[in-house]
């Protein structure tokens, strides 16, 4: 089985990781510029992370046979502060031009405030004067749904089509509503917390395949860098066709990423 796990982050993950999601089957991933477990003392400190998801991780991904992309944006985790922010977006034009940036994110709320809003809607004005694909992050817990509301009316305030960003970590209470609005919706899975493989297994039973995708997340914290190839099991066990899985797996991520010239889902 061939697959893409279109959301993880490989700063924070062993070789040894590459090497089993190679064995697992995975061709290409995306990693979306998050938090790293601290916040950046400087812009500098983003500066260097840029250089990580734009020189080393491809490198240290290739020696595996996947093909790693990345997004690049101030996370709203550190966006509490615009000026700090400003600064560290004003270095994202040059990184842009690098081979294998696919988009601006992960960008989003993290706990829905003021300051978070401003640097959202300054990072989709970006996007929008560079048409660049969006990777959208959504709260997490109690406050997803409200979040991935604010996000969606911020992104109608825009020219961004809605078929050129994907809104990430939704869940049974914000699926719908993110794909009634024309977006791509992707279910992050983690090993107990929030959307488990079972549960991702649930969400497609009931809203079918059609702009969805799964991804594991992994970064510094609980995670699993497997959790879609567990996904894949899950829907196996429960009688799903090998078309659905590869829809949910292969095809759908190579549909949006694809609307990058850059992206190569390396499974040819
Ligand atoms: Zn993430």
Not at 119 to 142: C, G, M, S
Not at 148 to 159: G, H, P, Q
Not at 165 to 172: G, N
Not at 230 to 253: C, D, F, M, W
């Amino acid at each position: 089985m061939t697959y893409i796990d279109p959301h993880i982050h490989m700063v924070s993950r062993t070789t040894d990781d590459y090497r089993r999601m190679a064995l697992a089957g995975c061709t290409a991933i995306t990693e979306p510029a998050f938090w790293a477990g601290f916040d950046r003392s400087s812009p500098q400190g983003f500066f260097d992370y840029y250089r990580q998801l734009t020189e080393s991780e491809p490198a240290r991904a290739a020696q595996y046979g996947i093909n790693h992309h990345c997004w690049l944006c101030v996370n709203p985790k550190e966006a509490e502060d615009p000026g700090f922010a400003r600064e560290v977006m004003s270095l994202l034009p040059e990184f842009l031009e690098r081979s294998n940036v696919l988009g601006i994110g992960e960008i989003g709320l993290n706990k829905n405030s003021k300051n978070e809003m401003t640097i959202l809607e300054e990072h989709l004005a970006f996007a929008e004067e560079r048409d660049q694909l969006v990777l959208v992050h959504t709260p997490h817990l109690e406050d997803k749904r409200k979040g991935t509301l604010l996000i969606m009316d911020a992104i109608a305030n825009t020219k961004l089509k809605p078929d050129r960003v994907l809104i990430d970590h939704v869940e049974e209470h914000t699926v719908a509503d993110v794909l009634d609005r024309g977006f791509w919706a992707g279910m992050t899975l983690y090993p107990e917390t929030k959307c488990t493989p079972q549960r991702a297994a649930d969400i497609i039973e009931i809203y079918g395949t059609e702009r969805l995708w799964m991804n594991s997340a992994g970064d510094w914290g609980d995670s699993d860098p497997l959790a879609v190839p567990k996904a894949i099991v899950e829907l196996r066990r429960r009688g799903h066709s090998a078309e659905t899985i590869r829809t949910a797996t292969l095809e759908n991520p190579k549909t949006f990423l694809g609307q990058s010239p850059r992206f190569d889902a390396g499974d040819a």
